[in-house]
Every structure is written in structure tokens, then in C-alpha cells.
């Protein structure tokens, strides 16, 4: 698997700061069709998910939409200590419809 992307987001905790490291795979084609994977390190453990697709880009786009669901659903980003730039500010993943009222900062203002 080759990394395509990477950013870090980070978990403030009293004393400290720790990196929450998101990675996209290349997407690539297998029996089933166009796969993407990505994996998320969490302070808990690392997780990692893929999404299916039609072709490349839509296996990528689902991907990236999946990574937005599960950060702004997570109890890291409802804690309000999960940032990336600055607090407050977002994630820059984006995020079906029916989740756009966990987005915040920068992130409400990607479908204007």
C-alpha cells in the first residue's frame, strides 16, 4: 500500500498534545472493484477502513467522506480538544449532508 496523502490532526490533554495521524492509500483495483484505504491513529489504537468505488476517484471521494464521518462523530472531536490548524477550526475532511451540523470553523463554510 502506498500512502497517497497524510495530515495530522492533534488531541490536546492537560499536560500534553499528541498527534492523531490520518493516512489515504492509493487507491487500488481488486476483484471487487476500485478499494481505498485509509487508517486513522487514534490515541486508543489505530483503525483502519476502506471504502469501495466505481472507479478510483469515487473509492478516494468516499474515503475522505468516511474520514470526516468518523472524526466529527467521534468523542475526541465532541470533547472540543481535537484540532488540526487551531482549535476550532476544522478538520478539512468533508462529510455527507446528514452529518454537516458536527462540522465547525473553516469546515462550515466548504460547501459556500
Known sequence: MTVLAERTLFLEHKTETTPVVVRVFRP???EAGWQCRYQIDWPHGIRQM???GFDAMQAL???LQMIGAEIDASLYHQSGKLYWERPGGGYGFPVVSSLRHFLLGDDIKMDD
Open 28 to 30: 487500488e483495483f481488486d
Open 61 to 63: 471521494t468516499i474515503a
Open 50 to 52: 476502506q471504502s469501495g
